[in-house]
């Protein structure tokens, strides 16, 4: 027992599972989101069969949906892109399952190999590239589920960039 605390517990700690929150059957904060996104790339048998791969676009197959949120499966062979856009009013949680990716923003470039996982709130602005000489394959959440993804231009996106980087006069 810790001496130096104010609390003290008598009795057996299990007893008290009255006081203990239930497991929720959806996330709802983003360290959920994540690891429901970890979960589901642990286990290859939710979707590995499922992925194909498409030599005109990229494919995606939407995995599972709970309340307010979807989980998407995307495959990527070399040279597809996502094009620059945001993803409207929903946050979301990209994880790389197979391959590897890259992430272009207005601060650089980012390479995020199998396991990596980004997360982003509403309006972040970015282009999904598989740059790449092998297939990669990537689990999308969203919350709320997606609705609107705006596509942007290079140049205004460049423009913008420049704006919240100029100095005040």
């Known amino acids: 027992m810790n001496s130096n605390s104010d609390i003290q517990i008598a009795g057996d700690i299990l007893e008290v599972l009255h006081l203990l929150q ?29 992925v194909q791969y498409d030599a005109v676009s990229r494919w995606y197959h939407r995995l599972r949906t709970g309340p307010g949120y979807e989980v998407w499966l995307l495959s990527w062979v070399p040279g597809q ?15 790389v399952l197979e391959g590897e990716l890259s992430e272009r923003t207005e601060r650089g470039t980012r390479a995020l ?31 709320p589920g997606l609705t609107d993804m705006p596509m942007h231009s290079s140049q205004s996106a460049l423009s913008t960039a420049a704006a919240q980087n100029a100095v005040p006069a």
């Open 113 to 143: 190999g199998a396991g990596a996982q980004r997360v982003f709130a509403p309006g972040h602005v970015h282009e999904v590239v598989n740059d790449s000489l092998e297939p990669a394959v990537s689990l999308h959440i969203y919350y």
């Open 22 to 50: 239930p497991a929720r059957e959806h996330p709802a904060t983003v360290a959920e989101f994540v690891g429901l996104a970890r979960s589901v790339a642990a286990d290859r048998s939710q979707w590995a069969h499922l």
């Open 81 to 95: 892109r996502s094009g620059l856009h945001d993803h409207g009013a929903s946050s979301g949680v990209l994880t």
